[in-house]
């Protein structure tokens, strides 16, 4: 095979979860049902948020980016998963392998920035009020949206481009149901050492900033709740919050859990499990979350759906 791009491996095979046969069939219907349920879950709720001048707010203005990102993530993904499903050998080429953990790392990075957005709103709102409006305006909002896509823009160059300085030789089976960067480490005839501080210390970073800004944002939160004197008023701060942190917890959660580690190429059965969760489920999730959850959303999908009858 001829070089290509610094590695002699021209195409890649994802291994996928499991080479049950008798899981094939069942595991493809799930994650269809999961990816249908994630593509218009995100749809219907841009579309409600679209459609709905009540919901022109700086909140939906985050959760309508969090909807598109989470969209878009899960399509980078899950396709070529259920593949995996269909066929013997779902093969991926080298320049498409690269493409994904591209677009992969993109969506990742943005959706960590946002949920980071999403936390400083909050805090606006319950700890500064009187201010929110001039605080959380459009042009605000839109700065911080920016820097958000720009923090993905960045983060995907940086774990792309050190990727694309290794060479692959001859192995090319990854251990995974999509180009993630560790089990891709691991098929490398070069040294990996600098990719796998690189991993750390960029991943670190994009999880530990962000997760500093929203624990000081909820610390101020709480405190303020606390001194209300009103039980009415606290509850309806910690319902304005409680969607959020559970769309934080899992994301942020299981994304430490699968980076921060002492071993980057590790355990990479138990990363490629556990990667099910913020990869397939969390897009899932949090269109439910937030709708479930949330009054305004419910009134905006009656509303839409007496327009759309009478």
Not at 137 to 158: E, H, Q, R, T, V
Not at 180 to 197: G, R, V
Not at 281 to 305: C, E, G, Q
Request: hydrophobic share 45%; net charge positive; proline share 4%.
């Amino acid at each position: 095979m001829g070089l290509k791009n610094g590695s002699l491996v021209t195409e890649f095979i994802l291994q996928g979860l499991t080479n049950d046969p008798d899981l094939q069939l069942p595991l493809f219907l799930l994650f269809l049902l999961i990816y249908t349920t994630t593509a218009l879950g995100n749809a219907a709720l841009i579309t409600l948020i679209v459609l709905n001048s009540h919901l022109h707010t700086p909140m939906y203005f985050f959760l309508l980016n969090l909807s598109f990102i989470d969209l878009c993530y899960s399509s980078v993904i899950t396709p070529k998963m259920l593949m995996n499903f269909l066929v013997r050998k779902n093969v991926i080429s080298y320049v498409g392998c690269m493409t994904q953990v591209y677009f992969y790392c993109f969506f990742a990075v943005s959706e960590c920035c946002v949920l980071t957005s999403m936390a400083y709103d909050r805090y606006v709102a319950i700890c500064n009020p009187l201010l929110y409006n001039t605080a959380m305006s459009p042009k605000m909002c839109s700065y911080l949206m920016l820097g958000s896509y720009i923090m993905g823009f960045s983060g995907a160059m940086i774990h792309t481009g050190w990727m694309l300085r290794l060479t692959f030789c001859d192995r090319n089976t990854i251990n995974h149901y999509f180009c993630d960067l560790l089990p891709l480490l691991q098929l490398s005839c070069t040294d990996t050492f600098a990719n796998e501080i690189e991993i750390i210390i960029v991943g670190g970073i994009y999880i530990f900033v962000p997760s500093v800004i929203i624990f000081t944002s909820y610390g101020f939160i709480l405190s303020i709740i606390f001194q209300m004197r009103s039980t009415e008023g606290r509850s309806k701060a910690f319902s304005t919050c409680s969607s959020h942190i559970i769309a934080l917890s899992m994301f942020f959660g299981s994304g430490a859990f699968m980076y921060i580690q002492l071993s980057p190429v590790g355990s990479i059965d138990q990363g490629k499990r556990s990667s099910i969760f913020y990869t397939i489920l969390v897009p899932m999730m949090n269109p439910l979350i937030y709708s479930l959850r949330n009054k305004d959303v419910k009134v905006a999908l009656r509303k839409t759906f007496m327009r759309r009858l009478f």
